[in-house]
């Protein structure tokens, strides 16, 4: 049997890991809230996330956003949802301008700064419409990568004036007309090339329509970083045109009298930049590749020096991956100081500078919130309560005692192993001598306690796939390598030695908590990308969470899990700690920063479909609130108001029927073959009329339901 010491000193660190002396500035620290939160989330004193939407001061409340779940709820909005907060966005939007404002007037800069909104970051309608609106004060356009997205783009800016449509991305015949058209319709279009095949499309196409481009080149610059989108640039970029292209692009131009047309350069060297080093590298490049093409005649006047810009994933401010060592402001001083620089040493005229910065204006504006809905636990506790089951009714020799009551000629005979030896006296003496190891374990002898464990789990794995173990014997063994383990960790960390093995260890017996979610849909960049994400829960911060987990979702697929978390600066933690859960209490996750790619990009696998989004505005305290809480909108449309904010729109989640549609599976003509199906049972009497209605009627609302789990 298991040491009675053993069983009291984790009862002892039970106690007292359960002792209240947690804070929630201690949650705040733990998740790094204020490294990645930037302003926009916090933890205030009931425990809960809060968002504080709108950075201006005209008395708009935080929103408190367990208490905002637990409302959409009740309104029977299903987990999990994606909470979208456009005032973030247009915030993140004056944030940029202000920066370039307050960098133009610092360096003295003669030219402006135009933004534009990449909209392969986030294609949704209404988040689109808002950029526009948000953006038509300070002539913030859009950046179309396909026909597709330029039809999107041409749409929205219509009657914007002043604002640009960067046309960007592989084009055909039709994509070139269509931008050339544009600037008939009053569009500031602007066809940027990165091939040199379509440089005859649009100069044959501009004589066709007699529309005259403005043309840009996109530049593959020299400039690299290590990241993982590092191959955006340099001579084996995907997109772009090399030094020697472009060359010969001014030289045709000018042989057909169209140098003018010539107005914009465009270089990217990757997405997430970290460091603000390369930047300014990047920037000391392309401002002088700039300066030699209005040299060269051409009538240059934007430099769109393109995305990159990044944003603190995992809260430390640092240089990883996963983070950057500058402020947006240092971002809009290399970017003004750069272009400033070349134009005054060439005497060119500064030009109009536009960034294409989706991932840092889009991503805070998104928080996906999903609950938990059961826990694989690995602690000491389990494993001790484990042993002691197993170990009760057992003698000796590792085999159950059978009870008295059990009739005398049904009990099983001992299997003989050939040459009528016991076939496990070898498991007999293994379990034997485990016993000891963890009867003689301590302080002294700890590691080597751990070495032989994982010897003899070995070696009973072994014996068990030769039929030398009982299927009794190979659970106690595994359950007393467990016990051990959970005692060479104490020791670890009392004594601060076995660093290494020790954080192995922890790893193993990290519990798997299952959620709601599919990575493969909600997040993919996490499992295709291992891109971090910040998450935490959005409750019950006022308590200490002991619990080191990884997430599981709901499909069937071993990738199907996130296991990288926000580390420590230049890490990346492979558990998340949280809480335990409670019995008959949700628990409920938020991922953060996942407002750009992820959902457009995300998958049906295991046909889980898209989720429910929920659009939520900030409002200003006002005293004369409507009743029940609903307030009108000026067009005569409903929304709902609680403190703070108000639910403008509702988007439910694709059903079981209309993902099935997406597959080619008509809902209609799958009921009709299972009623069939049912008809025939109830003929042949396997099943009652009543049955068969009960099915049916099921089988209805489930392709009619939410594809996710109900909670």
Known sequence: MVSKSIVVRASNQAATQ????????????????EGWGASYFAVNEKGHVVVSPDASDDGAETIDLFELVDSLKRRNVQLPMVIRFPDIIQNRMQELQNCFDAAIVRFGYEGAFQGVFPVKCNQDRRLLEDIVEYGRPIKFGLEAGSKPELLIAMSQLKNNDGAILVCNGYKDQEYIENALVARKLGINSIIVLEQMQELPLVLEASKRLDARPVIGVRAKLSTRHDGHWGETSGDRAKFGLSINEIVRVVKTLREHEMLDCLQLLHFHIGSQIPTISLIKEAMREGSHLYCELALMGAKMGFIDVGGGLGIDYDGSRSSSVASTNYTMQNYANDVVAAVVDACLLKGVRQPIISTESGRALASHQSVLVFDVLSANTFDEIDALQNFQILSKDSTDDGHVVLPEQFPAGDKPKPRKARHGRLENG??????????????????????????????????????????????E?????????????????????????????????????????????????????????????????????????????????????????????????????????????????????????????QEVMGSSHNLFGTTNVVYVRARPKSPDKAPNGIQSKPNGKLIFHRGGYSIEHVVPGQTTDQVLRTVQHDAGDMMEDLRNIAEEAVAEGTLSLEEAQTLLHNLKRTMHSYTYLSS
């Open 426 to 471: 070898a498991g007999i003496y293994l379990l034997r001598t485990f016993r000891e190891v963890l009867e003689t374990l301590d302080e002294s002898n700890f590691q080597e306690a751990y070495h032989d464990a994982k010897q003899f789990k070995s070696e009973a794995t072994a014996l068990f796939k030769l039929g030398c173990l009982t299927l």
């Open 18 to 33: 359960a002792q209240p002396s947690w804070s929630t500035a201690d949650s705040a620290a733990l998740y790094k809230v």
């Open 473 to 597: 014997q190979r659970a106690q063994a595994d359950s007393l390598y467990q016990v051990i383990c959970h005692e060479v960790l104490r020791f670890a960390r009392e004594t601060g030695e076995m660093a290494d093995d020790a954080e192995t260890l922890r790893r193993s017996f990290a519990a798997i908590y299952h959620v709601n979610l599919s990575v493969f849909r909600s997040v993919p960049d996490s499992w295709a990308i291992s891109q971090v994400f910040p998450i935490m829960p959005i409750h019950r911060l006022d308590e200490e969470p002991a619990v080191q987990a990884t997430l599981a979702d709901l499909t069937c697929d071993s990738d199907g899990k996130i296991d990288h978390f926000p580390g420590y600066p230049n890490e990346t933690g492979k558990v998340i700690t949280v809480h335990e859960l409670g019995e008959n209490r949700p628990y409920y996750l938020g991922l953060f920063l996942a407002g750009t790619y």
